[in-house]
Each structure stands twice: as C-alpha cells, then as structure tokens.
C-alpha cells in the first residue's frame, strides 16, 4: 500500500499543524490549496503540487489525493466541503464543520447520498488521554457519571479583522473554542437534552465570553465555560458515583488524567465520648489535614501524545477511507450537526438577552 495522498485546503496556523502531523505517520501532502504567496512556501516545506484555485481543486484532486483535509475560515467550510464531496474525494473538515445548522446538515446528507467519507476535524477526541478517560468512563472506573464541567478560555487582543472577533468568519468564542469542552461532553455524555446559556457580545457582535449548563441523559448534568477575552482553567473534570477524573495538561492537548477516588459516604455519626473530643482534636485534625492533601493529589496516569497529536485524527481518517468506512464512530456526522445545532441555539440565546 503507498503513501496516503492528503490535499490541504488553506495555509493558515492550523494547517501548518496538520501537515507537520502527517510527518509523524508518513503520510504525504499531495496537494496544497492556496490562494497565494503560502502556498508555494507551504509546499516548499511538506510537499504537493500548488492550486491556486479553491474552484479548480475539487475537480483536479481525484485521482491525485486520497482525502482533503479543509482548514479554512468556517464562513468557507461549507462550499469548500461540498465541492469535493460532489467531486467523491473524502473530506476531513476542520471545526466548526459549517457555519449553520442547515449547512452541517446539508454537509452530512450529502456525504451520505454521494458515499464519500466525511469528518470533522475534532482532533482531541483522538487524543489517547481523552481515548483512555472515555474508556474509564464506560468501565466504570467512577461509577455513575453524575457531572462533566470544561472550560476553553483564550485573552486575544481584540481585533475586529481577526477571524476570531469576524462573524462574516464564523468569529465567536462558542464557534472557534467553546465547540471543543461541547463536543467533549457529547462524545463523554451523549445528546444535552436541554442547555441554557448566558453571555456578552463585544463590539463586532460576536459572543466573547459565555457560560453554559445542560442536562444529559439519567440527570447528568454539564457546565462550561468560554471567552475570547479571558484565559480559563482550560480544563475538564467528569464526577461520578465514585469518583473524578481530571485531565492533565490543557483540554486541547491534555498529556494524561488524574483519577480520584471518592467512594459514597454515610450519614455523619458523632458519638458523646471521649473519641469525638479526640477526632475534633487538634492532633487527629492535623492528620485529617495530612490525609486531605494526599487525597488531592490523585493518582497520576501518564498518557502522553506522539509528535504535536494532529496524527491522530489523520491516522483515523486514513484507515477508515481505506477501509471504505464512510464515518467515524468516534466522530460521526450526527455527533457535528447535534453540536452545531446546539452552539446555534446557544448563541441565539446569548444574542437574545443582549437584545432584550
Ligand atoms: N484543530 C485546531 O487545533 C484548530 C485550532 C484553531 C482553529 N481551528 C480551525 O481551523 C480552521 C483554520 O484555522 P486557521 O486559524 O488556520 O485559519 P485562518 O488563518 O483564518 O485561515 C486559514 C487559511 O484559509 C485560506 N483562505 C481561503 N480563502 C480565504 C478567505 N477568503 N479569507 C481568509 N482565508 C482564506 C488562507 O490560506 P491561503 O491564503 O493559502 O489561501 C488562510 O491562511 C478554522 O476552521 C478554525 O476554526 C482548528
């Protein structure tokens, strides 16, 4: 079997990242996509032929790519997205998948009706500590999943051309971080059957910073938090009947978890003899204290990612194309229109109490 042919539809940050993740599983860029002077620059350093023309590309990749992977600004995922699947060349589409609701769909019966493979490319669920928590969860490891809270927080200067603070961009801080802590807690919990949200739109009309709650299946409640002005914890902890786990290092490249055992306590029993003077003591509290710290440390599991992690998601992409999968089970195309659908109405709310 050769090399996997990747065309790469953009050269901004996010595809320099990708093309350097393919270096790491041997897989070539083939194409590159560009409508200027990075492109020949972009292919200097990972290879490909240049197309200058985004049009022109859909119709020459097949035959030359295996799949292309589209890192361009959200506002563009849709035409771009739908040019190749029309072309039968599978596609990997960077977050968010489409700029609305009707997009994402049309996006997904698309590939459907045409039998192209299409994914978005929510890399982290990729990551082998997010493979390895999703795992415990399902053993059991903490019991009865109870409650899931992430935060995706980043202080950017505000600047109205960055893409980020454009809403003719896709801009937002639901749309460009908050989508990752969502999808994590739909691929941990499954479908929010309700979600509430409050925030503050900044002077391009984007939402900048929000907070979320929603409710999951069995009463599984999730709490999120974003902003494009403020860095956040960037974190994500699941509890459960027995226990929590944390993941080490920043959500979007976390390194390895941190597991905490909490077995259900009983009702508080406090007896009047001399062993409930002792246990309120200063000596027994002092080792209570000792006890606590220990207890917050947790236990260590080291999961580190290979290279810069954008591998994994590629890797996958690659056997299920090869195999003729049409969509991945870990990131299936109902998983991004649910998650579309839901940052809509988020935003909507948002939008909603600023107007009222
Ligand atoms: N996976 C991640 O870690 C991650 C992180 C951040 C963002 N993202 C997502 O990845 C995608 C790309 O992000 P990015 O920050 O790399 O984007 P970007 O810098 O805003 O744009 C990416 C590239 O798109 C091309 N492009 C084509 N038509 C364009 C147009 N009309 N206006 C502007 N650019 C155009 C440009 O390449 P040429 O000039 O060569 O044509 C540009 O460099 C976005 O969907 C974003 O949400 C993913």
Redesign the pocket.
Same mark, same amino acid.
């Not at 953009?10 to 595809?15: D, F, L, M, N, R």
């Given at each position: 079997m050769g090399r996997f042919r990747w065309g790469v539809l953009? &050269?901004? $940050?996010? !595809?320099v #990242?990708f093309a350097a993740g393919l270096r790491q599983i041997g897989a070539e860029v083939a194409m590159v996509v !560009?409508? /200027?002077e990075?492109?020949p620059a972009?292919a200097h350093l990972f290879g490909g032929v240049v197309v200058e023309d985004?049009a022109r590309a859909a119709a020459m990749a097949p035959g030359m790519v295996d799949a292309v992977y589209i890192? &361009?600004? $959200?506002a563009?995922?849709f035409d771009h997205a739908q040019a190749f699947l029309k072309a039968g060349v599978p596609v990997l589409i960077? #977050? $968010?998948i489409a700029a609305s609701l009707a997009q994402a769909e049309s996006l997904r019966d698309l590939a459907r009706s045409k039998g192209v493979f299409a994914m978005e490319?929510m890399?982290t669920r990729f990551m082998p500590a997010i493979t390895a928590l999703r795992r415990m969860i399902d053993e059991g490891a903490i019991g009865e999943l109870r409650m899931i809270s992430a935060s995706f927080g980043q202080a950017y200067r505000p600047d109205p051309a960055h /893409?980020h603070f454009d809403p003719a961009?896709g801009g937002g801080a639901l749309a460009?971080l908050g989508a990752y802590p969502l999808s994590l807690g739909q691929f941990l919990c499954g479908e929010a059957m309700a979600a509430k949200a409050t925030g503050c739109l900044g002077p391009t009309g984007v939402d900048e910073d929000a907070a979320m709650a929603l409710l999951y299946a069995d009463g599984v409640i999730g709490s999120f938090q974003t902003s494009l002005r403020g860095t956040l914890r960037n974190s994500l902890t699941v509890t459960g009947t027995l226990g929590r786990i944390e993941i080490e290092g920043p959500i979007?490249r976390p390194w390895g978890l941190r597991v905490f055992s909490n077995p259900p306590v009983g009702r508080a029993q406090m007896d009047l003899t001399g062993k409930a003077l002792f246990k309120e003591g200063p000596l027994f509290q002092r080792l209570s204290l000792f006890r606590a710290r220990r207890a917050r440390r947790g236990r260590v599991l080291s999961l580190p990612y290979a290279g810069n992690g954008y591998h994994y998601e590629a890797q996958e992409v690659q056997a299920l194309v090869r195999a003729g999968a049409l969509e991945s089970a870990t990131m299936p195309l109902d998983h991004s229109v649910a998650l579309t659908a839901l940052t809509q109405s988020l935003r909507h709310q948002i939008h909603g109490m600023a107007q009222s």
């Open positions: 953009g &050269t901004g $940050p996010v !595809s #990242k !560009s409508r /200027g990075r492109g972009f985004y890192a &361009t600004p $959200p563009l995922h960077e #977050k $968010p490319a890399w /893409g961009q460009q979007y």
